[in-house]
């Protein structure tokens, strides 16, 4: 079965005080991974997007990789404009389909940042 | 760039009555379209994806004559929910992608539905 987890579900920081989300995958024909943050009553905003192992990519204090089975957003000193729900979305074969393809979303991270 | 608008951001309506959702690609055109709910504390669920031009794909367990999806341009993708239920109150999103098989998408910035 398609899955995709976070973790951890919550997490608090002190401002300045890095750390990194996870976001693990178990699904057939990965064809790419998304990163999004969401604040309260908004849609998600699109972060980054990674389509090979190896494969870097960063934007201000975020920093996404990926491996073969999980992908980490690094938070390097953070802020509290950062705190928000992290996201992350994989785009992969749909094995219930033949040939067409789905996105599978995690249940997030609620990142708190504290002044 | 990629900027997704939806309207109104904020309905309440009555038991029985329709609502109809709109979603825009501003500087874009959206190949796909997706709509999805959003429950609070939880994460997306995916409800329908649509293609212009063609009959939108439903999810199990969604009901396509209660939520009727109309793709009808490359940037103009509508959702009505039909004979709305206090149940039936959520946060709908919807999100579009400029390419048919990237599923790189932009998100609207959602619209609460209350139903009274």
């Known amino acids: 079965e398609d899955q995709v987890t976070q973790s951890p579900e919550a997490l608090r920081l002190q401002e300045g005080e890095s750390s990194s989300l996870n976001c693990s995958y178990t699904?057939?024909?990965?064809?790419?991974l998304f990163w999004y943050r969401q604040d309260p009553g908004k849609g998600p905003e699109f972060l980054f997007t990674?389509?090979?192992a190896g494969e870097e990519k960063e934007k201000e204090r975020l920093k996404a990789t990926l491996t073969k089975k999980e992908s980490f957003l690094h938070i390097t000193a953070p802020k509290p404009e950062d705190s928000a729900t992290y996201l992350c979305a994989v785009h992969h074969e749909d094995i219930s389909n033949f040939g067409n393809e789905k996105l599978t979303f995690g249940t997030g991270t609620r990142l708190t940042i504290i002044p | 760039g990629a900027v997704v608008s939806q309207h109104p951001s904020r309905v309440i309506c009555k038991s029985g009555t329709s609502v109809k959702i709109e979603c825009r690609s501003l500087?874009?055109?959206?190949?796909?379209m997706f709509w999805y709910r959003q429950f609070p504390k939880q994460s997306l669920m995916l409800m329908a994806t649509s293609n212009e031009g063609s009959k939108a794909t439903y999810e199990q367990g969604v009901e396509k004559d209660k939520f009727l999806i109309n793709h009808a341009s490359l940037t103009l993708s509508t959702l009505t929910v039909t004979s709305a239920h206090p149940e039936d109150s959520s946060f709908y999103i919807c999100?579009?992608?400029?390419?048919?098989?990237?599923?790189?998408?932009?998100f609207g910035p959602g619209t609460r539905l209350t139903v009274t």
């Open positions: 500087d874009f055109q959206a190949t796909t």
């Open positions: 999100s579009a992608s400029p390419a048919s098989v990237a599923y790189e998408q932009y």
């Open positions: 699904v057939s024909g990965l064809r790419g």
């Open positions: 990674l389509y090979s």
